[in-house]
């Protein structure tokens, strides 16, 4: 996917940022998620001195090319949420993304989905539509990532390659109903505006006891082939791009046809046979 003969450099100008995005599609789309590895990116160009400004750049980078219809939409994971010792306050508990999704997170307007661990987060007119009242799940149907499936949302993975896995993939595991993977009630405490939220939540988690070893490159390998996944070659590393709708009808064809598709081999491991 990359080119070798491309000279890749730390220093990326915003209008190659720009260029690489539109060759991508993203002003072609009305929703578009970023996923994004910064320090394996490069730094993008911009002005002003003062702490946000680059990440300010890259927002208004997506927003030139989507114009004022357009909603950006970033996971907010909170992963060290792990128990009852550590509660998940919904206004003020950092993202545990990248830097990128905790700027978009305290931006002005921006709407944060309610999970303790697998929030999203939207900044413009669909927001309410991806972020509001969705799902007590991480990965089922009405979640933010089932609604960005049904929304047709252009995926654009700066700096972080798809063989590294995609929220996609897991909804893909949940319609599927992969037999490594079952739903756990959360233990965490969640707030929202000073009061606790009764409600349990859940995430679809793996068997910690099976002997899993996560391998996407059959997945990655189909959607090359069937050209489905688009590459542009930018700073240290690139950028990807690809649809929510696209990852996750591939990925349910691929577990249909073998359910251990996305592991390097069938467990030997198998609690959920007891």
């Known amino acids: 996917m990359s080119d070798s003969s491309s000279v890749m450099t ?13 060759s991508l599609g993203v002003a072609d789309h009305k929703v578009v998620v970023i996923i994004s590895d910064l320090a394996a990116f490069g730094d993008l160009e911009h002005s002003g001195g003062e702490k946000d400004a680059m990440f300010r750049t890259y927002v208004e980078c997506f927003q030139e090319l989507m114009g004022v219809n357009g909603t950006l939409v970033v996971p907010t994971f909170t992963y060290e949420r792990t128990g009852p010792d550590s509660p998940y ?3 003020t508990t950092p993202s545990e993304t990248g830097v990128l999704t905790e700027y978009l997170r305290n931006k002005a ?15 413009g007119k669909d927001k309410e539509a ?3 009242n969705v799902s007590r799940n991480s990965y089922a149907w009405n979640t933010p990532t089932h609604r960005l499936v049904e929304a047709d949302a252009l995926v654009i993975s700066i700096g972080r390659s798809p063989h590294r896995g995609s929220f996609f993939i897991h909804l893909g595991e949940a319609f599927v109903g992969v037999p490594y993977r079952y739903t ?7 707030f929202s505006e000073g009061q606790v939220i009764p409600q349990p939540f859940y995430h679809y988690v793996k068997y910690a006891e099976a002997d899993i070893a996560w391998d996407t490159n059959r997945l990655i390998e189909r959607l090359e082939s069937r050209h489905l996944l688009r590459y542009e070659p930018l700073g240290l590393s690139g950028i ?10 591939t990925t349910v064809s691929l577990l249909m046809r073998n359910i251990y598709g996305l592991l390097a081999q069938p467990p030997t491991k198998t609690p959920w046979r007891k």
């Open 184 to 190: 756990k009630e959360l233990a965490i405490p969640v």
């Open 89 to 91: 306050i919904h206004e």
């Open 130 to 132: 991806i972020c509001a």
């Open 240 to 249: 990807w791009g690809y649809k929510a709708k696209d990852v996750f009808q």
């Open 10 to 22: 730390r220093a990326v100008k915003k209008s190659d940022f720009v260029r690489a995005l539109k």
């Open 109 to 123: 307007g921006s709407l944060r989905s309610m999970h303790p661990v697998f929030s999203f987060t939207a900044v």
